[in-house]
T-cell receptor, first 117, second 117 residues
Framework: AQKITQTQPGMFVQEKEAVTLDCTYD???????LFWYKQPSSGEMIFLIYQGSYDQQNATEGRYSLNFQKARKSANLVISASQLGDSAMYFC??????????????FGQGTTLQVKP | SQTIHQWPATLVQPVGSPLSLECTVEGTSNPNLYWYRQAAGRGLQLLFY??????ISSEVPQNLSASRPQDRQFILSSKKLLLSDSGFYLC????????????????FGSGTRLTVV
């Protein structure tokens, strides 16, 4: 079964410190894409970062980096130098290539991050 | 550029009343379209997806239905709302057509917060 697991319902981090949000996935497809989205209290879903299963290097986008460990099936999000505006819910998600032309995105349950001043 | 519009932003409806939520996409053709529902503080559950006009796939049995009368229009409906239909509804589009497009991910609308009373 294809599944995304986020084991941290809530996390706190001090402003300016780094934080890691955990994500593990389960798929039998050799090809897949992994995504992280941020959802602030307004509800909008904001794309943060993407990692392809065949990418040799970990993805980075500004203060966001994805620690991709394929053998462990983990795709942790690292946020460096946390800011108060980073307080939000964060979702890990996956598109398995085996989803055909549907592109169905499978989401984890999310992690709520609170940044303390 | 591609944009996605979703309305209304909030809605309070009595039990047993009908529902119609609309989503339109601009700046792209033949997108894959999706309806997700999010319970408070939880992850996103895929309700329906569509890969073309008139083509609707349902992911979970429920009190809701979806239609795609035009290429870039996706409508979520109910004839009689239940209390359990309350939640945050998100429309999304994707340019994903096959495994070569796996990095497309999704673009989400701003969401509709539905409260059934």
């Amino acid at each position: 079964a294809q599944k995304i697991t986020q084991t941290q319902p809530g996390m706190f981090v001090q402003e300016k410190e780094a934080v890691t949000l955990d994500c593990t996935y389960d798929t039998s497809d050799p090809s897949y894409g992994l995504f992280w989205y941020k959802q602030p209290s307004s509800g909008e879903m904001i794309f943060l970062i993407y990692q392809g299963s065949y990418d040799q290097q970990n993805a980075t986008e500004g203060r966001y980096s994805l620690n991709f460990q394929k053998a462990r099936k983990s795709a942790n999000l690292v946020i460096s130098a946390s800011q108060l505006g980073d307080s939000a819910m964060y979702f890990c998600a996956m598109i398995p290539a085996g989803s055909g032309n549907t592109g169905k995105l499978i989401f984890g349950q999310g992690t709520t991050l609170q940044v303390k001043p | 550029s591609q944009t996605i519009h979703q309305w209304p932003a909030t809605l309070v409806q009595p039990v047993g009343s009908p529902l119609s939520l609309e989503c339109t996409v601009e700046g792209t053709s033949n997108p894959n379209l999706y309806w997700y529902r999010q319970a408070a503080g939880r992850g996103l559950q895929l309700l329906f997806y569509s890969v073309g006009i008139g083509q609707i796939s349902s992911e979970v049995p429920q009190n809701l239905s979806a239609s795609r009368p035009q290429d870039r229009q996706f409508i979520l409906s109910s004839k009689k709302l239940l209390l359990s239909d309350s939640g945050f509804y998100l429309c999304a589009w994707s340019g994903y057509y096959n495994s070569d497009d796996i990095n497309y991910g999704y673009t989400f609308g701003s969401g509709t917060r539905l409260t059934v009373v």
